[in-house]
């Protein structure tokens, strides 16, 4: 097992924050310093979370779109592996989206393509981004993102995850 390096996770960076309201990412001043990004080494945004929902954080790239997840019942670090376009993207559901157009949900409460609509989330199922209705600016940014994941950080093992020990 690889050993979880500080620069992934300085010392202190989970702890003191506050919740956030709105839909957008944490972008008011806070305490804590910048998560950085294992894949591609950018800050990391941190989803707005509930106070009562305090179990678990998810931190978010802006950039490459990689996930890691804090807290929770069975990790203290989880770090989903890279996916192909067609496999990683939900479609988008949202009374104020057009139905005959299928949009990927991206982050932040919006689509890949930037339309953001009040209620939007995540459906249970997958955008697949060669189907005929699939949004063209939709496909194009996820053709963008997955290019910025790096190959060597594309294999199953690449990003590290750290289980609790019971």
Known sequence: MQILKERFIPSGVFGKSGGVSGLGP????????????????????????????????IWSCSWCHAATHVGGEWFEVSRPPYLPVGLRWERAVADGLPADVSHAFGIFD???????????????????????????????AAGVIDDRWPEAMRGEDARVSVARRL
């Open 110 to 140: 919006r689509t890949l393509c930037g339309i953001q609509v009040a209620g939007m989330s995540p459906s249970d199922h997958w955008w697949p981004p060669e189907r005929e209705n699939a949004c063209g600016a939709c496909r194009e």
């Open 26 to 57: 944490r972008a008011e001043a806070c305490e804590d310093p910048p998560v950085e990004c294992d894949v591609c080494g950018r800050a990391m945004w941190r989803w707005p979370v509930q106070p009562a929902v305090s179990e678990e954080e």
